[in-house]
């Protein structure tokens, strides 16, 4: 069984930045593809980045393209979501997920943390 425990999230001004991370423990790490997926209540969840095993490849949604910088380090077995120019439309609660494959297309995840919050005020 793999767990991930996301930590960082909080209140931020807009135009502001947050780093939120995931740690994950239960099975290597290094085999999994990574990835954070947010979602504000009574909405979809909506697929922000992932990364591949080894870190070389990545993917974004749009909406943060520019902003978002997703990273891991296997040494630590933890994957980080750098968020900058936060805006208000990026408020919802924050989930790190898992899968042991890397779908840049298509992000699907086997694996949930339990969500952390991010709120960015005007």
């Known amino acids: 069984q793999v767990q991930l425990v996301e930590s960082g999230g909080g209140l931020v001004q807009a135009g502001g930045s947050l780093r939120l991370s995931c740690t994950v423990s239960?099975?290597?790490?290094?085999?999994?593809?990574m990835g954070w997926i947010r979602q504000v209540p009574g909405k979809e969840r909506e697929f922000v980045a992932a990364?591949?095993?080894?870190?070389?490849?990545?993917t974004y949604a749009e909406s943060v393209k520019g902003r978002f910088t997703i990273s891991r380090d296997n040494a630590k077995n933890t994957v980080y979501l750098q968020m900058t120019s936060l805006k208000p439309e990026d408020t919802a609660v924050y989930y790190c997920?898992?899968?042991?494959?890397?779908?840049?297309?298509?992000?699907?995840?086997?694996?949930w943390g339990q969500g952390t919050l991010v709120t960015v005020s005007e």
């Open positions: 990364i591949s095993w080894g870190g070389r490849s990545t």
């Open positions: 239960g099975r290597t790490f290094s085999n999994y593809a």
């Open positions: 997920a898992a899968d042991s494959d890397y779908r840049p297309r298509h992000p699907q995840f086997e694996y």
